[in-house]
C-alpha cells in the first residue's frame, strides 16, 4: 500500500452492496439514517476522507459522516434537468463546471438541442447563487488525490448522484465512495460502473420516492444547509487557495491557506511518492490552521520528475526546491514577516533538515512525521531549529533512524513515539495525535 492509498472496507468488496440489519424497514429520519451509513463506512476512520453532500437532504447526512469519520465536509452541487412541461421529471443532470449529463430518454420528452441549453443555464444559474449562500467567499474543495465519499438521503433516478460522481471523477480522486441509505435497484445499478465503491444500507424492489422509507422526511430550508456546512461540531478549518511557484523553471502547483492573524508560516514537505494532495499532511495541515498558523504545500517536483524514483530520493533537489518555494514566500508581502516552519515526512524530512541548516536564521521549528532525517546526513549536526521528530511505534525501522539522527543534532531535538502507529500513521487516532503535537511544538517555538 503507497502513501495515497486509501484503507479498504473489511465487509464488501468494490461496489459492493452493504446490507444493515433491519435498514429494509426504513428509517426514523436523515439522522438515524446517517448513523447507520457511519458505522458501515468506518473503515474510512483516519483517512480524512472528503464528504460531499448532494444539497439539500443530502447534507445532514453528510454532517454527520464526516463527524464520524474525522473528514471534511462540502457539498457537491448538481441540479437535474427537467422535462419540457414537467420540471419534476429528471432528464439529466448539470454540474458546477457545466458538464451536462442527459438521460437515454430526454428526446422522448420533447427536449431539443435548444431547451436543453436553455434549461441548463437556468439550472447552472441556480448552482452559482447555492454555492454563493452555502459558503460565500470559499471555493468547492479540491477532491483531487482524496478519498471522497458522495453522500445523499436516497437515490430515486440516480440521475443527480450520477452528474456529482462524474463531476468528481473529474477531479482524479484517489478512491471515489457512493454511499447513501436507500436507493432503487436500477438507480443503484446505474452508479455501479461511476464509482469505486457503492455503498447502499437497502435497495426495497418496490421502491416509489426517496421518502416513503423515512418515518420523517422534512424538508431542509438553506440557512439549514449554511449552518451544517460551517457547524461541523469541531471548529472548521479555514480554506486553502491554490498558488503557483516559480522554481527552477518550473511552475510548482501549491495551496496556501492564511487563517487572520497567523502566528506563523508551515510550509509541508512531502515524501517520496507523495504530492501536495497528501492526504494525511492535508489533516495536519488543517489543525495548523485552526490553531492559527498559515500553510503552504506544494508539490517538490514535476509529474514528469515524480515518475522518476531516483529524483524521489535525491535530497539535494528536493532540498533545492524548497529553497524556491521559500524565496517565494519572501518576495510575498504578507508572507515575509511571519516566522518559518516546516513540516517534513519520509525524505521531505531530509529536504527539510538540510535546508533547515543552510539557513538558521529562516527556519525557527521543523516537525517529522515517519521522517527519514538520517539522509540529511553532516547537516544534521548543523541544525540550529528546534526539531520535533515523531515516529510510530509500530515503525521499527524508521524509529531506529530517528533515534541515531537525533543523536547526530546538537539543537533542541525532541523524539516522540506514537504507539501503535505504522509507518503511515492508518492506525485510528494517530494521526489526530501526529496533528496535536505538531501544532503544539510551531506554536511554541514559531511565535518566539
Same mark, same amino acid.
Given at each position: 500500500m503507497?502513501?495515497?492509498?486509501?484503507?479498504?472496507?473489511?465487509r464488501?468488496? #468494490? /461496489?459492493?452492496?452493504h446490507p444493515?440489519?433491519?435498514?429494509?424497514?426504513g428509517?426514523?429520519?436523515?439522522?438515524?439514517?446517517?448513523?447507520?451509513?457511519?458505522?458501515?463506512?468506518a473503515a474510512?476512520? @483516519?483517512?480524512?476522507?472528503?464528504?460531499?453532500?448532494?444539497?439539500r *437532504?443530502?447534507?445532514?447526512?453528510?454532517r454527520?459522516?464526516?463527524d464520524?469519520?474525522g473528514?471534511?465536509?462540502?457539498?457537491v452541487?448538481v441540479?437535474?434537468?427537467?422535462?419540457?412541461?414537467?420540471?419534476?421529471?429528471? %432528464?439529466?443532470?448539470?454540474?458546477?463546471?457545466?458538464?451536462?449529463?442527459?438521460?437515454?430518454?430526454?428526446?422522448?420528452?420533447?427536449?431539443?438541442a435548444?431547451?436543453v441549453q436553455?434549461? +441548463?443555464?437556468?439550472?447552472l #444559474?441556480?448552482?452559482?447563487?447555492?454555492?454563493a449562500r452555502? +459558503?460565500?467567499?470559499?471555493?468547492?474543495?479540491?477532491? @483531487?488525490?482524496?478519498t471522497v465519499?458522495v453522500?445523499?438521503?436516497?437515490?430515486?433516478t440516480g440521475?443527480?448522484?450520477?452528474?456529482?460522481l462524474?463531476?468528481?471523477r #473529474?477531479?482524479?480522486?484517489a478512491r471515489l465512495v457512493?454511499a447513501?441509505?436507500?436507493?432503487?435497484p436500477?438507480?443503484?445499478?446505474?452508479?455501479k460502473?461511476?464509482?469505486d465503491?457503492v455503498v447502499?444500507?437497502?435497495? !426495497?424492489?418496490m &421502491?416509489l420516492?426517496?421518502?416513503q422509507f423515512?418515518?420523517?422526511?422534512? *424538508?431542509?430550508?438553506d440557512?439549514e444547509v449554511?449552518?451544517?456546512l460551517?457547524a461541523?461540531?469541531?471548529?472548521?478549518?479555514?480554506?486553502?487557495?491554490?498558488?503557483?511557484?516559480p522554481?527552477?523553471?518550473?511552475?510548482?502547483e501549491?495551496?496556501?491557506c492564511?487563517p487572520?492573524?497567523a502566528? @506563523?508560516l508551515?510550509?509541508f514537505?512531502?515524501g517520496?511518492?507523495s504530492s501536495?494532495?497528501?492526504?494525511?499532511n492535508r489533516?495536519?495541515?488543517?489543525a495548523l /490552521?485552526r490553531?492559527?498558523l498559515?500553510t503552504?504545500l506544494?508539490?517538490l517536483?514535476?509529474?514528469?520528475?515524480?515518475?522518476?524514483?531516483a529524483?524521489? &530520493?535525491? %535530497?539535494?533537489?528536493?532540498? *533545492?526546491?524548497?529553497?524556491?518555494a521559500a524565496?517565494?514566500?519572501?518576495?510575498?508581502?504578507?508572507? +515575509?514577516g511571519?516566522?518559518?516552519?516546516?513540516?517534513?515526512?519520509?525524505?521531505?524530512?531530509?529536504a527539510?533538515l538540510v535546508?533547515?541548516?543552510?539557513h538558521?536564521?529562516?527556519?525557527? #521549528?521543523?516537525?517529522?512525521r @515517519?521522517?527519514r532525517?538520517?539522509?540529511?546526513?553532516?547537516?544534521?549536526?548543523? =541544525?540550529?531549529?528546534?526539531?520535533?521528530?515523531?515516529?510510530?511505534?509500530?515503525?521499527?525501522?524508521v524509529?531506529a533512524? /530517528?533515534? +541515531?539522527?537525533?543523536a547526530a543534532?546538537?539543537?533542541?531535538?525532541?523524539?516522540? %513515539?506514537?504507539?501503535?502507529?505504522?509507518?503511515?500513521?492508518?492506525e485510528?487516532?494517530?494521526?489526530e495525535? =501526529?496533528?496535536?503535537?505538531?501544532?503544539?511544538w &510551531?506554536?511554541s517555538?514559531? !511565535?518566539?
Amino acid at each position: 500500500m503507497s502513501a495515497t492509498d486509501p484503507p479498504r472496507s473489511p465487509r464488501a468488496a #468494490a /461496489n459492493g452492496h452493504h446490507p444493515v440489519p433491519d435498514a429494509a424497514e426504513g428509517f426514523r429520519d436523515r439522522t438515524d439514517a446517517a448513523r447507520r451509513l457511519a458505522q458501515v463506512l468506518a473503515a474510512y476512520r @483516519g483517512a480524512h476522507p472528503l464528504v460531499l453532500a448532494i444539497p439539500r *437532504g443530502g447534507v445532514p447526512i453528510g454532517r454527520i459522516v464526516a463527524d464520524a469519520l474525522g473528514g471534511e465536509l462540502d457539498v457537491v452541487l448538481v441540479r437535474k434537468l427537467g422535462a419540457p412541461g414537467n420540471p419534476e421529471l429528471a %432528464i439529466g443532470a448539470i454540474d458546477e463546471q457545466g458538464h451536462a449529463m442527459l438521460a437515454d430518454y430526454a428526446a422522448e420528452t420533447g427536449a431539443d438541442a435548444a431547451y436543453v441549453q436553455a434549461e +441548463s443555464a437556468r439550472q447552472l #444559474a441556480l448552482i452559482q447563487a447555492r454555492r454563493a449562500r452555502y +459558503s460565500p467567499g470559499h471555493p468547492p474543495v479540491d477532491a @483531487g488525490g482524496r478519498t471522497v465519499i458522495v453522500v445523499d438521503d436516497g437515490l430515486a433516478t440516480g440521475a443527480t448522484m450520477r452528474a456529482a460522481l462524474a463531476a468528481v471523477r #473529474a477531479q482524479r480522486p484517489a478512491r471515489l465512495v457512493c454511499a447513501v441509505p436507500v436507493a432503487s435497484p436500477r438507480s443503484l445499478d446505474g452508479v455501479k460502473a461511476l464509482a469505486d465503491e457503492v455503498v447502499c444500507l437497502a435497495a !426495497p424492489p418496490m &421502491f416509489l420516492a426517496v421518502g416513503q422509507f423515512y418515518d420523517h422526511f422534512q *424538508g431542509i430550508p438553506d440557512e439549514e444547509v449554511a449552518r451544517l456546512l460551517t457547524a461541523p461540531g469541531a471548529e472548521a478549518a479555514p480554506r486553502a487557495r491554490p498558488v503557483r511557484l516559480p522554481v527552477a523553471g518550473l511552475q510548482l502547483e501549491a495551496d496556501l491557506c492564511v487563517p487572520d492573524g497567523a502566528l @506563523g508560516l508551515v510550509v509541508f514537505v512531502h515524501g517520496s511518492g507523495s504530492s501536495r494532495r497528501s492526504p494525511r499532511n492535508r489533516l495536519v495541515a488543517q489543525a495548523l /490552521n485552526r490553531n492559527g498558523l498559515a500553510t503552504l504545500l506544494f508539490d517538490l517536483l514535476s509529474e514528469a520528475e515524480d515518475a522518476d524514483r531516483a529524483a524521489r &530520493f535525491d %535530497i539535494e533537489t528536493l532540498a *533545492g526546491r524548497l529553497a524556491g518555494a521559500a524565496a517565494w514566500v519572501g518576495r510575498d508581502a504578507a508572507l +515575509s514577516g511571519l516566522p518559518l516552519g516546516l513540516f517534513g515526512a519520509s525524505t521531505g524530512a531530509a529536504a527539510a533538515l538540510v535546508y533547515a541548516a543552510a539557513h538558521p536564521r529562516k527556519v525557527r #521549528a521543523v516537525v517529522s512525521r @515517519g521522517g527519514r532525517p538520517d539522509l540529511a546526513g553532516d547537516a544534521l549536526g548543523r =541544525v540550529e531549529a528546534p526539531t520535533l521528530l515523531l515516529a510510530g511505534g509500530a515503525d521499527r525501522q524508521v524509529l531506529a533512524l /530517528n533515534k +541515531s539522527a537525533m543523536a547526530a543534532m546538537n539543537c533542541e531535538a525532541e523524539l516522540v %513515539i506514537v504507539p501503535g502507529a505504522a509507518h503511515l500513521f492508518e492506525e485510528p487516532g494517530t494521526l489526530e495525535q =501526529v496533528a496535536a503535537l505538531a501544532a503544539d511544538w &510551531f506554536r511554541s517555538h514559531l !511565535p518566539r
